[in-house]
């Protein structure tokens, strides 16, 4: 599921209702012209202009202070309704997203507590994928999948992949030119775009995340192979960036968690507690606010998975 695109309802704020104030002064200044056209202050040769212009303007902003009072009553009607329990289909789809986000956030923290106990955390092995022995299954959950590429770009049939070693990542196409690898995910390259977007299971494991894929072919990305990670966990996606195959984009309940045991893999422990794309996870003390998150001392007085876990 992505990203919802409107926030959930809530009910229009002091600044809201202030917007109306503008269109009501510019149809009160009409009205003021049009009363002085028709009354006896104005120079005869002054009517005609007072009247049709100030008609005019009052009209205008009297509609436009319409569409905005009906704009917010519909806010507040809608806001209303979410809170008594009667949200809409997209409400309703909004509200799913978003429980689901924290679901996979508080399994992310839970496996980045189990990483920085020296792997304690382990869902055991699945018995229709084989794996190695001493891989742990970190999670096995759908997530949203897609890739980045060109239309030069083909993918690879299955069963057949990309020999990258034994650190290297079975994605399923074929290697990308070097004069087209330099950032593919940018967007100043209109000919590549997100591709072959469709919902996947995910297998994530402390060494790489296995896709498998609506034509039911896994593929397999270690994190080893990667070479930029750039997890967006507050819009519940995640883009791995690799040295010889195309990004992969993963968003819903996988990207969390993945993003947790890719950062384990190339930092350790001392990122799961400092790699800025895992703030979300990071457990603040009850006393916290927003506006004051450090101590006097000036250190951050957030708790990380990796401290809380440290600590236990």
Known sequence: ???????????PAGRDWAGILPPIIGALLGATALWAGTSQLAAPRYTAVLVGGGATVMALFALLTLIRLAGLLRRAWRAHRFHSGHPNAAESQALEWYAGLVASQEQARAVARGLALGGAFDLGRPWDVAIDTNEQVLADCPSE???YYSEKA???LPGTGVGGGSGGASAGLDAVPLAQRHRLWTRSRPRHQWRENQSVRALVTQRRVLVQRNDLHWLSFHYDAIVAIRPQLPAGELILEFESVSPLRLAGPASAVTAVAAVYALFGAKGLRDHPGLEPLRIRNAG??????????GHDSAESPATTASEA
Do not use: E, K, V
Not at 288 to 297: K, P, Q, Y
């Open 1 to 11: 599921m992505s990203m919802p695109r409107m926030p959930l309802p809530a009910m």
């Open 145 to 147: 999948y897609a890739r």
């Open 154 to 156: 083909h993918p690879l």
């Open 288 to 297: 916290d606010s927003d506006s004051d998150r450090g101590d006097d001392d």
